[in-house]
């Protein structure tokens, strides 16, 4: 849905929509539904909402794959793009971090959405905090059966000194 920010009324806009942006390796179970409060004060646009639903990820242990559940608060400032001002480098403080800006007058809640969406993934995505991941040898899942591997992985920072300690043997 586009929000045409000339046509925000003064008291403000309340808005109650289903969205399923498009993310690529994402997939997202049914749409997500996002309860906005929509304000403006001169060219900023305010929104303050909720948005709430489900992707499918693979889990970076065990490769499974799961249900996450997102349900997140946001809140936006919007400015118009005119005022970015292209040349000029400015670092974002803490309290900037939640602004966007519109382009022709427009506000698509499909990219909201997508934004909280994003934000809401983790870097590496685990189907539980305790899940064992798959045996390095034979793939075996760690998590539902055990397996005969003895696995003596050494830290490769300390190869080079198992290597020193053989030769200190062989020699002595």
Not at 68 to 96: A, S
């Amino acid at each position: 849905m586009k929000i045409e920010v000339f046509d925000i009324p003064e008291e403000g806009l309340a808005l109650a929509v289903e969205e399923t942006p498009k993310i690529e390796g994402v997939k997202i179970i049914q749409p997500f539904k996002a309860i906005l409060r929509v304000d403006k004060r001169g060219v900023e646009v305010f929104i303050k909402g909720v948005v709430s639903g489900e992707v499918e990820l693979q889990c970076g242990r065990c490769l499974k794959e799961y249900i996450l559940p997102i349900k997140t608060l946001l809140e936006v400032t919007y400015h118009p793009v005119q005022h970015l001002n292209k040349e000029e480098l400015i670092e974002l403080k803490r309290d900037e971090m939640d602004v966007d800006f519109y382009r022709e007058g427009l506000i698509d809640t499909e990219d909201i959405i997508r934004d909280q969406i994003l934000l809401n993934i983790p870097m590496k995505p685990l189907c539980s905090e305790d899940c064992k991941g798959l045996c390095t040898i034979c793939g075996t899942d760690l998590n539902y059966s055990e397996c005969g591997c003895i696995v003596q992985e050494i830290d490769p920072r300390m190869a080079i000194l198992q290597s020193l300690l053989r030769r200190m043997k062989a020699n002595g």
